[in-house]
Each structure stands twice: as C-alpha cells, then as structure tokens.
C-alpha cells in the first residue's frame, strides 16, 4: 500500500506537471503565432513516457516503505530543485515551454540561471528524477531514471536545442 507522504508527493507533481503543460501549451500557441518553429518533435513523447514510468517507478518501488533516514536531505535538494525550475520559467517568460522551440526576431535568453548555465530547467529535472525517489528509498528507480534522462538529454535533446539555436541566432553554447 503507498503510504501518505508517497500519496502526497505524487499529488504535487502530477498538479504540477498539468500546471507545466497548461502553460507551455498557451506559451506553445503564442509562439506560433509570433512564427516559432519546433524542434525535435519526435523525441518528445520520449521524455513524457519517461516521466510517467518515473512516478509510477517510484511509487510501486516505494510501497509499503517509509520514508529514507535521510528525508531531509532528499526534500531539501528537491525543494532546490524546484525553486530552479521555476526560476527558471520566470526567466524565460512567455518563451518556456517544454519543446523546443524558436522564436523568429528574439534574441536567446541570458538572464536569471541562463546567465550562468546553458540548460539549466535540465539540471532542475535531474536534481527531481533523483531526489523524489530517494526521498522514500526507491534507489532503482533513481538510478533507472536519471541515467534514462541523461541519455535522452546528452544524445537527443541537447543536440536539437544547441542546433535550432545555432541555425537561428549563431548562440553556441559554451557554459556548462
């Protein structure tokens, strides 16, 4: 049986997760107004599907568990993780979305964790993909995901997002 606080966390990110998805599609219709072109629209049900085995990973993995000795450093390090993430939607504003997508005429963004990081709402997915399931000692999972979510970034994604920006704005990303 999955106990609370699995319930619990699971209710956030699924909350979450819709919130994300309303926005990048209000976000997803806007650019296209303003001419965007998508990127890597193939790859994208991959990260969906990866997502959806992770939290169900890390419940099934997780029942009947309580949470790990070490809760607090696994909630801290999740709860950092998020203020990144939506540090970093703020700073991207109306240009979050989670495709990829580019925006004709702008410039690419070099504010708020931007300035130092090429991709860091990626770091933030990481710090999660690791972090929730520790939290209630689900370590195969864990393990499973983040190396599943490096994969897809360092092979796929990171690829397809440093070519559209290169072909549209002449950026090639040299931070880490």
């Given at each position: 049986?999955?106990?609370?606080?699995?319930?619990?966390?699971?209710?956030?990110?699924?909350?979450?997760?819709l919130?994300?998805?309303?926005?990048?599609?209000?976000?997803?219709?806007?650019a296209?107004?303003?001419?965007?072109?998508?990127?890597?629209a193939?790859?994208?049900?991959?990260?969906?599907?990866?997502?959806?085995?992770?939290?169900?990973?890390?419940?099934?993995?997780?029942t009947?568990s309580s949470?790990?000795?070490f809760?607090?450093?696994?909630?801290?390090?999740?709860?950092?993780?998020?203020?990144?993430?939506?540090?970093?939607?703020?700073s991207l504003?109306?240009c979050?979305?989670?495709r990829?997508?580019?925006?004709?005429?702008?410039?690419?963004?070099?504010?708020?964790?931007?300035?130092?990081?090429a991709?860091?709402?990626?770091?933030?997915v990481?710090?999660?993909?690791?972090?929730?399931?520790?939290?209630?000692?689900?370590?195969?999972?864990?393990?499973?995901?983040?190396?599943a979510?490096?994969?897809?970034?360092?092979?796929?994604?990171?690829?397809?997002?440093?070519?559209?920006?290169?072909?549209?704005?002449?950026?090639?990303?040299?931070?880490?």
């Amino acid at each position: 049986m999955v106990e609370w606080p699995q319930t619990v966390m699971a209710a956030v990110i699924v909350l979450e997760r819709l919130g994300e998805l309303i926005l990048a599609q209000r976000n997803f219709s806007r650019a296209l107004a303003r001419g965007a072109q998508e990127f890597g629209a193939g790859h994208y049900p991959l990260f969906f599907l990866l997502h959806t085995v992770w939290l169900l990973g890390w419940l099934i993995e997780s029942t009947g568990s309580s949470l790990s000795p070490f809760w607090p450093a696994w909630l801290g390090l999740f709860a950092g993780g998020q203020l990144l993430r939506y540090w970093c939607i703020a700073s991207l504003g109306p240009c979050w979305n989670t495709r990829i997508l580019v925006i004709p005429g702008l410039k690419a963004v070099q504010r708020g964790p931007y300035r130092w990081l090429a991709h860091p709402n990626y770091v933030a997915v990481a710090i999660e993909l690791a972090a929730v399931p520790l939290l209630f000692g689900a370590v195969k999972t864990a393990l499973f995901a983040t190396v599943a979510n490096a994969v897809l970034l360092l092979l796929i994604r990171i690829p397809e997002e440093e070519r559209a920006l290169q072909l549209f704005y002449g950026v090639k990303e040299d931070k880490l």
